[in-house]
């Protein structure tokens, strides 16, 4: 008999949570209570013993409807154990999920073990580039294309310093706004903010911010990290970043700064795309993530509310 229970977020003991997510094998920052505080307006979770592993919940509303969807600004969440996961954990854990949740959309972690050719496993592109070799390793691995952009933004005089204030960093996002932010809602650029501010506040995060030759600010990305593990969460660039390759530079001086340690970095496919950021062109290795859905339509909720 499973072991895994469902708790509302009142009924959950954060300080156990955060405990099982510092002790986890595959911690992640976008797991820890705070975290989730931020991004998710509701969550709730799976407990499995005495939070020996637990599974985040993001609840989401869709007019009278519950369901669960991925958080904008957390890019993964999942299962988080102290020991090993196998497939089975995972299905146990699948099966735990409440029938009250009518639709969801989770993206899993990449040691949550799956079959990805199920009808209810979707899969998005993440790639990783392992900082332990020496930055003349990674030169070696860029490709011509990257190594051109690169000179182009050196070449202009453009130059990356951290320390860019989150304020700074929203206004910026604002400014340079694409189809993707039009998006966005106050209340998400306030959560972008926060997690910014919280993230630097508590060493967990960097803001690095590309200029021009005029010393104007064209380009920023946010940087945070746990478990060895650093994730750039988001960026922005406006039109003289992109002519000048802003954003590959700060990626490239990321490199640079944090090679021949023991850290992974993770970037976002899709993301980085809409910026013309080509992943692979750092030498970065892709990895397939599976993404928890059902393949519901939106009018099918309501027949089996």
């Excluded at 992109?242 to 990321?254: E, G, M, P, S």
Aim: proline share 3%; hydrophobic share 40%; charged share 20%.
């Amino acid at each position: 008999m499973s072991n895994i229970v469902f708790l509302r977020y009142e009924e959950i003991n954060l300080f156990k949570w955060d405990q099982c997510v510092d002790k986890a094998f595959n911690g992640s920052i976008f797991a820890y209570s705070w975290y989730l505080n931020i991004v998710s307006n509701n969550w709730c979770a799976l407990v499995k013993g005495d939070y020996e592993a637990v599974m985040p919940l993001p609840v989401k509303r869709l007019l009278s409807v519950e369901g669960l969807e991925q958080p904008r600004f957390s890019p993964e969440l999942g299962i988080f154990s102290t020991d090993l996961i196998d497939d089975q954990l995972v299905k146990t854990f699948m099966k735990a999920i409440p029938g009250q949740f009518k639709f969801l959309r989770i993206h899993l972690n990449k040691n949550n073990p799956v079959n990805l050719s199920s009808r209810f496993i979707g899969q998005r592109l993440v790639y990783e580039i392992d900082l332990i070799s020496p930055y003349t390793r990674f030169l070696d691995d860029y490709s011509v294309r990257t190594k051109v952009k690169i000179a182009k933004a050196r070449n202009n005089k453009i130059y990356v310093i951290k320390g860019l204030m989150p304020n700074e960093f929203v206004d910026l996002i604002k400014a340079s706004g694409n189809s993707y932010t039009a998006r966005f809602t106050t209340n998400d650029y306030n959560k972008l903010r926060i997690l910014a501010s919280t993230a630097v506040k508590y060493r967990l995060g960097q803001v690095y911010a590309a200029y021009d030759q005029h010393n104007s600010l064209c380009a920023a990305s946010l940087f945070i990290w746990s478990h060895r593990k650093v994730t750039l969460l988001f960026s922005a660039v406006n039109k003289d970043g992109l002519r000048n390759h802003a954003l590959d530079y700060i990626v490239n001086q990321f490199i640079e700064e944090h090679s021949s340690h023991n850290l992974t970095l993770s970037l976002d496919n899709e993301f980085l795309k809409r910026n013309k950021i080509n992943c692979a062109g750092f030498g970065a290795k892709p990895f397939r993530h599976a993404v928890l859905t059902n393949r519901f339509s939106f009018w099918s909720l309501f027949q089996s509310a």
